[in-house]
């Protein structure tokens, strides 16, 4: 399964993004994942397709919110109230749809056995 997100780039503290990714093939969950310079990557948000459920880092909870189509495999996140601490390389992950992981699982980077390239997000004040 191939991952491909697409949606950074550059704002201004206080605007919005969002991001997309579409898999190739079934997964269970997608999910996105962000990257600070010097940094290890962090949860931000996933979505379990069966039950639809959600759950986000306390970072961006009430800011952020995931949501995608099943049928498309796609995922976005809409990303609003930016602050320059969310300037990092935002990674699209996709848990195994044979594996299907947990939903308390599906916060460690772990559970998520595809991967796409990144995109850039920048907020400057």
């Known amino acids: 399964v191939q991952l491909q997100a697409s949606g950074g780039g550059s704002v201004q503290v206080g605007a919005s993004l969002r991001l997309s990714c579409t898999a190739s093939?079934?997964?269970?969950?997608m999910a996105w994942f962000r990257q600070a310079p010097g940094k290890d990557r962090e949860f931000v948000a996933t979505?379990?397709?069966?039950?639809?459920?959600?759950v986000y880092a306390d970072s961006v909870k009430g800011r952020f919110t995931i949501s995608g189509d099943n049928a498309k495999n796609t995922v976005y996140l809409q990303m609003n109230s930016l602050k320059p601490e969310d300037t990092a390389l935002y990674y699209c992950a996709g848990s195994s749809a044979v594996s299907r992981p947990i939903l308390s699982a599906l916060g460690d980077r772990r559970s998520y056995r595809y991967w796409g390239q990144g995109t850039l997000v920048t907020v400057s004040s």
């Open positions: 979505i379990r397709w069966s039950g639809r459920n959600t």
């Open positions: 093939g079934s997964v269970h969950a």
